[in-house]
């Protein structure tokens, strides 16, 4: 079983400043994705980071990192530079790595506003 | 590259109505995923097909069935609708397992 929680249910930030999400998982996996998901008032999902729970480094993607600490099970999101278009509901999720289980695990939700 | 499509966007239905919600995945994507997104129960993982078998399912009661078809297309199927099953329901396609999941923008169905 895999369980994601989300403890930050809202979260505001300034234009260009930097801001982390938080998200602690718990599963019984040996191999797993973690990911980040945007999905902004349209509605729309959109990935915005994975990380492969085997790999050391943390995952980059432009203006997003992960702070990735397998031992303790978090998985925290840092956005740098915020703009206005970041505003969205921002989900962690996991999934096990293996033939058949295509599954995703959500968190809650942690809803991000990014003010002028 | 076309992505995810789903239709309708938008569905009304009464209490004991059944209801089929369509899911296009992007061109070469075999697995197709459906979740549904409430604001009490957040997204949950209803099911998965890949190749037209149902590969893996969450726990949702057998009002809720899907299938897929030979092109990839993906159809859920909700029968004996009840006010609770008034949701966001999204889908999901990918290449295969472990490989990123692509969202439509969702159908929201409206139970009265």
């Known amino acids: 079983a895999q369980t994601v929680t989300q403890s930050q249910p809202e979260m505001s930030v300034q234009e260009a400043e930097t801001v982390t999400l938080s998200c602690t998982y718990d599963t019984s996996e040996n191999n797993y994705y973690l990911f980040w998901y945007k999905q902004p008032p349209s509605r729309q999902m959109i990935l915005v980071i994975r990380?492969?729970?085997?790999?050391?480094q943390n995952a980059t993607e432009n203006r997003f990192s992960v702070n990735f600490q397998k031992a303790a099970k978090s998985f925290s999101l840092k956005i740098s530079d915020s703009q206005l278009g970041d505003t969205a509901m921002y989900f962690c999720a996991s999934a096990a790595i293996q033939t058949g289980a295509n599954n995703l695990f959500f968190g809650t939700g942690t809803r991000l506003t990014v003010i002028p | 590259k076309a992505g995810v499509t789903q239709t309708p966007r938008y569905l009304i239905k009464t209490r004991g109505q059944q209801v089929t919600l369509s899911c296009s995945p992007i061109?070469?994507?075999?697995?197709v995923s459906w979740y549904q997104q409430t604001p009490g129960q957040g997204l949950q993982f209803l099911f998965e097909y890949f190749s037209e078998t149902q590969r893996n399912k969450g726990n949702f009661p057998g009002r809720f069935s899907g299938r897929q078809f030979s092109n990839s297309r993906s159809e859920m199927n909700v029968s004996t609708l009840e006010l609770g099953d008034s949701a966001l329901y999204l889908c999901?396609?990918?290449?295969?397992?472990?490989?990123?999941?692509?969202f439509g923008p969702g159908t929201r169905l409206t139970v009265t």
């Open positions: 061109s070469g994507h075999r697995s």
């Open positions: 999901a396609s990918s290449f295969d397992w472990s490989n990123e999941q692509y």
């Open positions: 990380q492969e729970a085997y790999k050391q």
